[in-house]
Structures are given as C-alpha cells and as structure tokens.
C-alpha cells in the first residue's frame, strides 16, 4: 500500500542535501523542494551527477522542485523541512537561515512543520527550539535530531561523489532532557512517519528513544577524526595505511616505514587518549557504560574500524571539516569540538588533549573566516 505523499524542504543542497534529497524523491513518498544557494546555477542548467557505489551513477537528477532561496520556498505548506546545512554559528545560525519559515507571516498562514536537522555536532537544536517557542509558547516544537554515517562530497558544484553506504539514526529532540529514554506513541508515530520515507528510498535508519547519546557517540569520530585531519591536512590514511606492496599500485598518502614506529608509539595513543577524555565527559552527562550508551570500548572499536577502513587501497574519503579548510570555507568547530569544551567545563571534567585539539582549530577557523570576508 503507497503511503501518503508529503512535502518536504530540503534546506543546503551541498553533499549530504543532495544524498539525501534522491532518497527522498526515489522512494515515491516525497514531493522534494530543494533550496540550494551557492549552487543554484549548476543544479537549475545540468541536475545533479550522482557518482555512488550504493545508488549508482545518476546523470542530471532533479528535485521536484529547485529554489535560490529559503524565502522563495516559503509560499507553502511543508510537513517536513530537512536541514543540512552545516552548523556554523559564527557565519550564520540555523535560526537565520529558516527566518522566512519562523516569521510570524509564514506561521499564520500554515502550520508549524516537524524540523529534521541533518548536521553535524551537539546542541545544534537548541536556538531553533528557542525560536519555535517564541513563536507560540502552548506548542511544542516537532523536532528530529539525528546521528549521521555518510560518505560523500562535492566534487564540483553539482557532481556528488557518495560512498557504499548511509544510515541515519532518528530521534525527537527533548530539550534539556536528558533522562527520558522511551519513545511516547506520538513521538513513536512521527518518528516511523518519516523513516517510512527514507527507508522506501533506499536510506537506512534506525529508531532511537534518546538521540543525544547516539549524537555524542558519533561526535567522537568527528572530533578525533575530523581535528586531527584539519590539523595535520592529511587525510587517514596517513595515520593508517601501509605502503604498496605492488608496484603497479599507487595511492597516496601512505604511512612511511621509516618513522612508522613513532606513530604507532605517539600518535595512535594521542587519538586513543581523546577518545578517552570524551568518554569522560559522557559519563558525567549520565550516559552509561552500555551498548544504549556510551560503551568504554567505543575508543578501541572507533580505531579498529576507522584502520581497517582507511588502511585499504580504495580509502579516499576526504573528512568534512579536513574538505572545508582545503577550500577555504569556515569549519564547523564550535557544534563538533567547543560544544564539547562547554560541556566538560560546566562539568568540571578536565580533558586538555579535546581543548589542545580546539585551541588549535580556532586558530584555522579565525583565519578562514579571515579570508572568507575578505
């Protein structure tokens, strides 16, 4: 039985928007409008190229419909509006962005829509929730957060490269609740609403009952993984993968066998360390030593599998954060690392390898802006 079809916003057509954009419209449960800005041009002359190892190769894809702006998407009703723009307040707030939807203009014309906030980082909700207060105050946002696994970037303004997989996993946004840890039937149903979408499209997901927990699990790839690639500007490979043993096969970066030993003695315990420091700091938020959690043997499975991923020949995954300062865009430093720093301090958790990590990238990020605004 074909569902019912629902409108959805697609708000920030950069690689993730994109992704998740064909998976909306494929499933046949979703009319799609996108709002896509910097690239607006390449999108409305060609469509997007899709080159994925999970969805194939895909030449000239359209949303249903494709708009410049927020404001010009904001003549209608919507039950879902999807965000994936990056999460970098000292730009632009998300509450910003959404402005023409927050207005009281918008709100007395249409319902309020449920919000799903695809970003990256910790307490991205929070101002949007504020703002969706401000506008009634007997009303509670409908907000989904959420735990993002994806390989993809841009290649070009509308060439998508995408890996082998997705997979999302759901929850509603409770604010400043951190200990309710079941689904209600209502939030149960809105959650199911939109996984149906996603799912008959192609994209994995998983239902939580308390999403900030998954949320912090997956900050720690990206504060690890992330910081230390923006910092060194070397992707993981070359913390990971061994040199060819063929000569027919060349790849680059590599770890070289000369001062090989002094990264596995130095720098791989140096990773294991931050992971630790941050597991400290979940335990403080109340996260428990448990698989619904924040398991203790998170710091070993992250490096197991992030080596076994990146020491392959076909590792080329270029890391968000790493991508961003390569192009001389600001970095999402404060949702993915400085929230993190607020936390453990509010806490009185000490963790000076995370604030090493953040003292640094905040030099990389002024700079950036620096240039960005010049």
């Given at each position: 039985?074909?569902?019912?079809i629902?409108?959805?916003?697609?708000?920030?057509f950069?690689?993730?928007?994109?992704?998740?954009?064909l998976?909306?419209?494929?499933?046949?449960?979703?009319?799609?409008?996108?709002?896509?800005r910097?690239?607006?041009?390449?999108?409305?002359?060609?469509?997007?190229?899709?080159?994925?190892?999970?969805?194939?190769?895909?030449?000239?894809?359209r949303?249903?419909?494709?708009?410049?702006?927020?404001?010009?998407?904001?003549?209608?009703?919507?039950?879902?509006?999807?965000?994936?723009?990056?999460?970098?307040?000292?730009?632009?707030?998300?509450?910003?962005?959404l402005a023409?939807?927050?207005?009281?203009?918008?709100?007395?014309?249409?319902?309020?829509?449920?919000?799903?906030?695809?970003?990256?980082?910790l307490?991205?909700?929070?101002?949007?929730?504020?703002?969706?207060?401000?506008?009634?105050?007997k009303v509670?946002p409908?907000?989904?957060?959420c735990?993002?696994?994806?390989?993809t970037?841009?290649?070009?303004?509308?060439?998508?490269?995408?890996?082998?997989?997705?997979?999302?996993?759901?929850?509603?946004?409770?604010?400043?609740?951190?200990?309710?840890?079941?689904?209600?039937?209502?939030?149960?149903?809105?959650?199911?609403?939109?996984a149906d979408?996603l799912e008959?499209?192609g994209?994995?997901?998983?239902?939580?009952?308390?999403v900030?927990?998954?949320?912090?699990?997956?900050n720690l790839?990206?504060?690890?993984f992330?910081?230390?690639?923006?910092?060194?500007?070397?992707?993981?490979?070359?913390?990971?993968?061994?040199?060819?043993?063929?000569?027919s096969?060349?790849?680059?970066?590599?770890?070289?066998?000369?001062?090989?030993?002094?990264?596995?003695?130095?720098?791989?315990?140096?990773?294991?360390?931050?992971?630790?420091?941050?597991?400290?700091?979940?335990?403080?938020?109340?996260?428990p030593?448990?698989?619904?959690?924040?398991?203790?043997?998170?710091?070993?499975?992250?490096?197991?599998t992030s080596?076994?991923?990146h020491?392959?020949?076909?590792?080329?995954?270029?890391?968000?954060?790493?991508?961003?300062?390569?192009?001389?865009?600001?970095?999402?430093?404060?949702?993915i690392?400085?929230?993190?720093v607020?936390?453990?301090?509010?806490?009185?958790v000490?963790?000076?390898?995370?604030e090493?990590?953040?003292?640094?990238?905040?030099?990389v990020q002024?700079?950036?802006?620096?240039r960005?605004?010049?």
């Open positions: 039985m074909v569902g019912e629902k409108d959805v916003l697609l708000v920030g950069g690689a993730v928007g994109a992704v998740y954009s998976i909306l419209k494929r499933g046949g449960l979703a009319r799609v409008t996108a709002v896509a910097s690239n607006y041009d390449a999108i409305n002359g060609e469509g997007v190229h899709f080159q994925s190892k999970k969805y194939g190769d895909i030449k000239g894809w949303p249903d419909r494709l708009c410049k702006s927020v404001a010009e998407a904001a003549d209608r009703p919507y039950d879902y509006i999807v965000v994936t723009t990056k999460a970098i307040p000292e730009v632009v707030t998300t509450v910003q962005i023409p939807l927050l207005s009281k203009e918008y709100n007395d014309r249409f319902p309020q829509p449920t919000y799903m906030l695809l970003q990256n980082g307490g991205v909700e929070r101002d949007l929730y504020n703002a969706l207060k401000a506008l009634s105050n509670e409908k907000i989904i957060s735990g993002l696994w994806i390989y970037n841009l290649l070009a303004p509308n060439v998508v490269e995408h890996g082998d997989f997705d997979r999302v996993s759901i929850g509603v946004y409770r604010h400043e609740d951190r200990t309710t840890t079941v689904n209600t039937a209502e939030e149960s149903s809105l959650l199911k609403d939109f979408i008959t499209g994209g994995t997901v998983n239902i939580v009952p308390e900030q927990r998954v949320k912090f699990s997956k790839w990206n504060i690890s992330s910081g230390i690639t923006t910092l060194t500007q070397y992707t993981l490979p070359a913390f990971f993968r061994p040199p060819s043993e063929d000569p096969v060349s790849y680059e970066p590599y770890v070289y066998p000369v001062t090989a030993d002094l990264i596995k003695t130095y720098t791989i315990p140096m990773i294991t360390a931050i992971l630790e420091e941050l597991i400290l700091v979940g335990r403080a938020l109340g996260y030593d448990a698989e619904d959690g924040l398991p203790s043997s998170l710091p070993s499975f992250i490096l197991e080596w076994k991923i020491a392959k020949p076909d590792s080329t995954h270029v890391p968000s954060m790493l991508l961003d300062a390569q192009r001389g865009q600001p970095i999402e430093v404060e949702v690392v400085g929230e993190v607020r936390m453990a301090k509010e806490r009185n000490t963790i000076p390898r995370v090493t990590l953040y003292a640094l990238l905040l030099v002024n700079q950036l802006l620096r960005s605004r010049a």
